[in-house]
């Protein structure tokens, strides 16, 4: 019995409480990116990028952050008439006075005025307004909440079985 409470000593509790807090982390993203792509028309990828688990002592953080994305990271495509553009799954629309630049249409513009110039950019929703959905937000924490209390007893288990 000794021996099993010795090999709670403080270094070992706190890798367990880290490797845990990771993983609850690892899977509230997971989750968030699969919902979030079930809304809007982004790559799972563009998500992942601009949300790195920081990880910082026993805390283990997801750190989203972005500006506002250029359309392209969305469903745009373009057409004769202008840019359609295409946010969330089952809406879209043409976007009034746009076009694109360069022959594979990469770069979408819209002219603010009746005139040549000026142009601007077109973008969408940034990175942490996508991570910020309400549906989004309860589901992260469910399921971090759920994988970390699960993790956390299969490390204190292995913890004990190794001791």
Do not use: W
């Not at 090999?7 to 989750?31: E, M, N, P, Q, S």
């Amino acid at each position: 019995m000794e021996k099993t409470l010795a090999g709670f000593a403080g270094d070992k509790i706190a890798a367990c409480i880290d490797r845990a807090t990771y993983r609850g982390a690892l899977h509230a993203r997971k989750v968030a990116i699969k919902q979030i792509r079930s809304i809007y028309t982004i790559k799972s990828g563009e998500l992942r990028s601009a949300a790195p688990i920081k990880r910082s002592g026993l805390v283990s953080t997801i750190d989203i952050k972005g500006p506002f994305l250029p359309v392209e990271h969305y469903r745009a495509v373009s057409r004769a008439k202008g840019i359609f553009v295409t946010i969330k799954k089952g809406s879209g629309a043409l976007v009034h006075m746009s076009f694109s630049k360069g022959g594979n249409g990469g770069v979408f513009r819209k002219r603010i005025g009746p005139e040549r110039y000026p142009i601007e950019g077109l973008h969408g929703p940034a990175v942490p307004q996508l991570y910020g959905n309400k549906a989004v937000v309860e589901i992260m924490e469910q399921e971090g909440m759920r994988v970390y209390e699960e993790r956390m007893m299969h490390e204190l288990e292995r913890l004990v079985g190794g001791a």
